[in-house]
């Protein structure tokens, strides 16, 4: 990491690929620690020291008492379940409101956000792209059509826009005919939210970042989501609402691009998807349910089961070039030690016809493979390289020559302590 940068640290395929983990350990060497997009969408899991975690909006680089966080304007934010998560590190020890700094510019995720999301999805019918129910797309929606409300709302008059807004939103549900809810108890919790939120400083983030970097501080902007669910660039419609890429650090944070220093692109051994929309890695066999079981394959924020499959090389690759991917991150190594094979996809094929860039529709594309022998041992004690049997070496070495990209960490557990730097 370099003074004066932001290094980004990116789920580079469909989430969930440990990001929470890495920027725990990354935060020692960093002054500044913040989110960029999403909202309680994301579940970051960090485990250390007997103590397990989940964080949903707050950042991860949270457990380093000596360091800021930063909320940034490309997220959105639920003040009743923000209070929640906070209220769980509150009881747990650690102090938040002086080192958690929240944009003005954030958007406020409406209780009646959250019914709109299951309207909208429930209209959808089959072809519902399975959303966490946070109302992150009808937020995301209402910034872009000028219509929502931010952090800095609560700050001035708040009552009177939140029930205009609120209004908006029930005229909508009763257009679509979605009545059958109740958000009395809702509504109450967040509203208490709102009051807890007015007492974390509320800033300008972009310019607080920004007088860091001038003073020679290092930032890392922790991802959520992946890029595969990118709004631009994921499997559209099948993505979340915000830019999960790199290129969303800088609308996400406000700093410029010749600010980003390195970009950590962090991804499992395998693959999972949670929610509907293309995979063409996907297993339906007993393999993929030993992936599962074997890597706790459930949703961090629904519980739902996660579809899990081999590791996919055509996203991967995608996914290193709209990031401009300088280092990559491969957790979960250990979930593949008792296979006798990995097999590894290399191209997509479809109606005789294989191709290794991304499709436009990546629906109905099989995946072609390449078989490289399992390496059978135990890597969840391992402390060093040196220890790694020559077939994981030869599986490191085979991602980083089709990748170009070098792999300079590898994770071996789920602890803290389970990861080992090349
Ligand atoms: P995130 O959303 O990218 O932060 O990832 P999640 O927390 O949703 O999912 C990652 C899951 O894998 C969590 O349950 C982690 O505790 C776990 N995990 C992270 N790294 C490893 C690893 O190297 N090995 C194993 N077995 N589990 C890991
Ligand atoms: P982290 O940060 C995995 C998926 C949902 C759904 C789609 C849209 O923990 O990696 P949304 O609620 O965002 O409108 O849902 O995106 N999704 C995630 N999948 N990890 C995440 O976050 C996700 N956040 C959203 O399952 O398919
Ligand atoms: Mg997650």
Known sequence: ???????????????????????????????????????????????????????????????????????????????DLFAAEAHELEAAGYDLKSRLHISKRAHLILPTHRVLDRAYEAAKGKNKVGTTGKGIGPTYSEKASRTGLRVGDILDNFQEKYNALKARHMQILSDMHYTDFDITEEEKLWMEGVEYLRQFPLTDTEIEINRALEAGKNVLAEGAQGTMLDIDHGTYPFVSSSSTVCGGVCTGLGVAPNRIGEVFGIFKAYSTRVGAGPFPVELFDETGDLIREVGHEYGAVTGRNRRCGWL????????????????????????????????????????????????????????????????????????SEQQFPLQLRDYISYIEKETATPITIVSVGPDRAQTIMR
């Open 1 to 79: 990491m370099t003074k004066g940068k932001v290094d980004a640290l990116l789920g580079i395929v469909f989430g969930d690929e440990g990001k929470g983990k890495v920027v725990d350990v990354f935060t020692p060497r960093y002054d500044v620690v913040a989110r960029f997009a999403g909202g309680p969408n994301a579940g970051h899991t960090i485990i250390f020291e007997g103590k397990k975690f989940v964080l949903r909006s707050i950042p991860s680089g949270i457990f380093d008492e000596g360091k800021l966080n930063i909320i940034g304007n490309g997220c959105v934010i639920a003040p």
């Open 312 to 383: 996919d090389l055509v996203a991967l690759k995608y996914a290193i070039m709209l990031n401009g991917v300088t280092q990559l991150i491969m957790m979960k190594s250990d979930v593949l030690d008792g296979f006798d094979t990995i097999r590894v996809c290399t191209a997509y094929e479809k109606d005789g016809v294989q191709t290794t860039d991304m499709p436009y529709d990546t629906e109905g594309w099989k995946a072609v493979y390449e078989d490289l022998p399992g390496w059978k041992t135990d890597l969840t004690q391992m402390t």
